[in-house]
């Protein structure tokens, strides 16, 4: 695997706001600055409004619902049914009597990917659903469309 050049550049900003940086990256363990602000440049270009429909993503969908709202489980399993080539796996928890904890991993099309959690989030019975966005994946490494896969 190629090494990616790094390049370098200065920032300025108040001292006040260094100190507070710098106490905050070393809590959370990095090494210096320049790891801390690649982080959150990457989660800054992970934005929803940042990602254009086609990108191809992988990330999580959490889902909090009342598994005794009617036809509910079964809604939600048609759903993920429909969408079987952008799911890769999903994790079931029982919070307490009434409300699961559903995190469904996901890789595909932003767009496609936003489409399932917007049908997830207005059905009867869902409290939460939250698409979370975690990758992206390079130009030329991926499909956004799991149909390609079968050429493979």
């Not at 982080?39 to 934005?47: F, G, N, Y």
């Not at 709202?69 to 079964?74: F, G, H, I, Q, R």
């Not at 759903?79 to 995190?103: A, F, G, R």
């Not at 409290?127 to 992206?136: D, E, F, G, K, R």
């Amino acid at each position: 695997m190629k090494e990616k050049e790094l390049v370098r550049f200065g920032v300025s900003m108040p001292q006040e706001l260094v100190e507070q940086f710098d106490r905050v990256i070393a809590a959370q363990g990095y090494g210096n600055r320049s790891e801390a602000i690649r982080d959150l440049v990457r989660k800054e270009l992970l934005q929803p409004d940042r990602l254009p429909p086609e990108e191809a993503v992988a990330g999580t969908v959490v889902i909090v619902y009342d598994h005794h709202v009617s036809d509910l489980s079964k809604q939600l399993t048609e759903l993920q049914h429909d969408y079987h080539h952008d799911i890769i796996s999903t994790m079931h928890v029982h919070l307490n009597h009434d409300q699961c904890l559903e995190i469904v991993v996901v890789k595909g099309a932003y767009g496609r990917l936003s489409r399932l959690t917007d049908a997830i989030r207005v059905l009867r019975g869902v409290a939460y659903a939250q698409l979370s966005v975690s990758h992206i994946e390079p130009a030329g490494h991926g499909h956004s469309d799991a149909r390609a896969h079968k050429d493979r």
